[in-house]
Nanobody, 119 residues
Framework: QVQFVESGGGLVQPGGSLRLSCSAS????????MGWYRQAPGKQREVVATITSGGNTNYADSVKGRFTISRDNAKNTAYLHMNSLKPEDTAVYYCNARDVRGRILATSWGQGTQVTVSS
């Protein structure tokens, strides 16, 4: 199993930027795909962006062109660079990972990091 610690969230005005970090520990050798997810109050958790060990990325339509996911395999860390933030980006952001067989590696969803976009 893999554990994740998210950081980097905060309060930012619309149009601003933030960089989130996700540090993984545990069975990190199993990680194939790392991803960022978010959940706003009263809404379902949704995938924001994913990245494979080879650097292949996918993004939710709502964040394409604004967010960039990256990873540093040597540091077992994933990042989410968020630009042109909108109020609708307000949510708790979580990270997770899947192995090559598609199995979710985190034992449970962690604390996440709060992103609030407001003027």
């Amino acid at each position: 199993q893999v554990q994740f610690v998210e950081s980097g969230g905060g309060l930012v005005q619309p149009g601003g930027s933030l960089r989130l970090s996700c540090s993984a520990s545990g069975s990190i050798f199993s990680i194939y795909v790392m991803g960022w997810y978010r959940q706003a109050p009263g809404k379902q958790r949704e995938v924001v962006a994913t990245i494979t060990s080879g650097g292949n990325t996918n993004y939710a339509d709502s964040v394409k062109g604004r967010f960039t996911i990256s990873r540093d395999n040597a540091k077992n860390t994933a990042y989410l660079h968020m630009n042109s933030l909108k109020p609708e980006d307000t949510a708790v952001y979580y990270c997770n990972a899947r192995d090559v067989r598609g199995r979710i590696l985190a034992t449970s969803w962690g604390q996440g990091t709060q992103v609030t976009v407001s003027s």
